[in-house]
């Protein structure tokens, strides 16, 4: 048996989400970027039709208390690369216009678990996401999904006109509008009760 | 009377030789033209068509003000010259591309087709393009030097520094600093 907790953050009240986490370092790794077209101009790579941007670092390697960005999809992905110290092009930021999906992974610290991985699927009318920040901004009828790894229903849903996430503290930020406030839902499993 | 008859006819005889004679030696004031017939059009002089066969040699074209547009170094070449077009089959291509005059990338091909009349160059058999810190392969490549555009098709593959694209073609200026894939994958290793 389960039940549903909704939590309905007032007109313009801005809502923070943690959960579990501790500040520690965060790296984004490899990518690839695929799609119909791939257009590069001044250190600045935008693919469109069927965007896709992964991240290819080694899998199951989330520090606890962090998330990671595995993956993002759109209608177009523009990543502006910068040099980084070992004069190697890195993306400094990526924008995702259109359709957008991300995936993430979180490691959540469970009391009496130790580090539990879950995963976060979002969507959103755009995407940011800042290197140097370590975060993710979607903005325009954000929803994310928490969910228990491999599982199909989420634990939680969170949605806002903009949300933030903090992959180096696993935090996310939610933000609503008078018209439409945020929202967070809560599921709670059988084993919780 | 019948001997001064006699003379007259026989001074105007004379008279009228030495005129011949003149006419002969000193000729007319108005000498007569020779009539010319007009040829018709098909006969008139054409430039000449040629063809050669040359190696180990080079090419250079140039906008007629000067500025170099394409210089190649090539094993061997046979040219044909017919109807005012020069169009060259090259084996063994090393060139330079010219942008504004000033050298924008270099291209290596085993062979090239170079139209001086077009000022395009058609490349083929694995063709590899450097410019502006990127390296471009494919399997055939056309370059428009009026146009500053390069078009290449067929496994196409580029690097810059850490960046790789794979992609089934793609369109560039002459010195590679923009460009455009299509059906294509990029990594950032």
């Known amino acids: ?193 | 009377m019948a001997s001064s008859s006699k003379v007259n006819i026989g001074l105007i005889r004379a008279v009228l030789t030495c005129a011949v004679v003149a006419l002969l030696i000193v000729g007319c004031k108005h000498p007569v033209k020779p009539k010319v017939t007009p040829q018709p059009a098909k006969e008139k002089a054409q430039s000449p068509n040629i063809e050669g066969s040359f190696s180990k040699a080079k090419i250079i074209w140039d906008d007629g003000r000067g500025h170099k547009l394409w210089e190649a170094e090539f094993a061997s070449a046979d040219a044909a010259h017919a109807d005012g077009t020069s169009k060259v089959s090259l084996k063994d291509v090393k060139a330079t591309l010219y942008k504004n005059g000033k050298a924008a990338s270099k291209l290596v091909a085993p062979t090239a087709t170079a139209d001086s009349r077009t000022k395009e160059v058609h490349a083929s058999g694995g063709v590899s393009v450097t410019g502006n810190g990127a390296t471009a392969r494919c399997d055939e490549l056309v370059w428009q030097s009026a146009n500053n555009h390069i078009k290449g098709t067929g496994h196409v593959k580029m690097a810059r520094e850490n960046l790789k694209i794979h992609a089934n073609s793609f369109t560039a200026d002459t010195s590679l600093k923009n460009a455009k894939f299509t059906e294509a994958k990029a990594s950032l290793e």
């Open chain 1, 1 to 193: 048996m389960k039940y549903v907790v909704s939590i309905i953050a007032v007109a313009a009240a801005i809502a923070a989400f943690s959960i579990f986490g501790s500040a520690d370092s965060f790296a984004l790794g490899k990518m690839t970027l695929s799609g119909k077209t791939i257009e590069y101009a001044n250190q600045t790579v935008t693919v469109a039709g069927k965007a896709s941007f992964t991240s290819i670092s080694p899998q199951g390697t989330v520090k606890p208390g962090t998330m990671r960005l595995d993956a993002m999809r759109a209608d177009s992905i523009r990543v502006d690369l910068v040099k980084d110290k070992g004069g190697k092009l890195s993306p400094d930021k990526a924008v995702a216009t259109g359709d957008v999906f991300v995936k993430a992974k979180r490691a959540d610290i469970v009391a009496g678990q130790g580090s539990v991985l879950r995963d976060v699927h979002a969507t959103a009318k755009s995407a940011t996401f800042d290197s140097g920040l370590a975060t993710v901004v979607l903005t325009g009828s954000a929803e994310i999904k928490i969910l228990e790894a491999g599982a199909k229903e989420p634990i939680a849903v969170l949605s806002g006109d903009k949300v933030t996430i903090s992959l180096k503290d696993n935090k996310m930020r939610v933000e609503g509008q008078s018209e439409k406030p945020a929202e967070i839902t809560y599921t709670q499993s059988d084993k919780e009760k």
